[in-house]
């Protein structure tokens, strides 16, 4: 898969986590205009992705967003993504007021037990 462009918003999930796919089904709810492209890490093109921004598809402890010509991962692409959908959605920002090395930390924890804690998809999820 060639390099997105730079205009490209892509966000690369995994696509069996329930709490990753509740949050994709949750972005497809709620307009962003522009729209990000979702693309599950199980596909070709989210592992090619990955690998490109030197996340491991065998074992992703995060997501990626690509947002015209910016990446972002871990707690930042949370906020990142949240505050893309504007209004209220915006105060989100000002979580960036905790030490990222705290955010991570509480997004790492929840990236590695979150099979166990909120279970797994018995098949990829596709968005429509």
């Known amino acids: 898969m060639p390099s997105p462009d730079l205009n490209a918003r892509i966000v690369v999930f995994d696509g069996v986590c329930n709490v990753c796919s509740g949050w994709v089904r949750f972005l497809e709810r709620h307009r962003i205009d522009p729209p990000f492209k979702l693309i599950p890490m199980q596909s070709d093109a989210g ?5 490109e921004y030197g996340i491991d598809p065998e074992d992703p402890t995060t997501f990626l967003v690509l947002d015209r010509g910016q990446q972002f991962t871990q707690s930042d692409g949370t906020i990142h993504v949240i505050t893309a959908l504007g209004g209220p959605w915006s105060a989100v920002e000002a979580a960036r007021v905790i030490p990222k090395a705290w955010r991570d930390f509480l997004y790492r924890l929840l990236a590695r037990n979150r ?13 429509g």
């Not at 592992?47 to 690998?51: E, P, S, T, W, Y």
């Not at 099979?115 to 990829?124: K, P, V």
Request: charged fraction near 20%; charge should be positive.
């Open 47 to 51: 592992k090619a992705l990955l690998i």
């Open 115 to 127: 099979y166990r804690w909120f279970g797994r998809r018995s098949s990829c999820y596709l968005p």
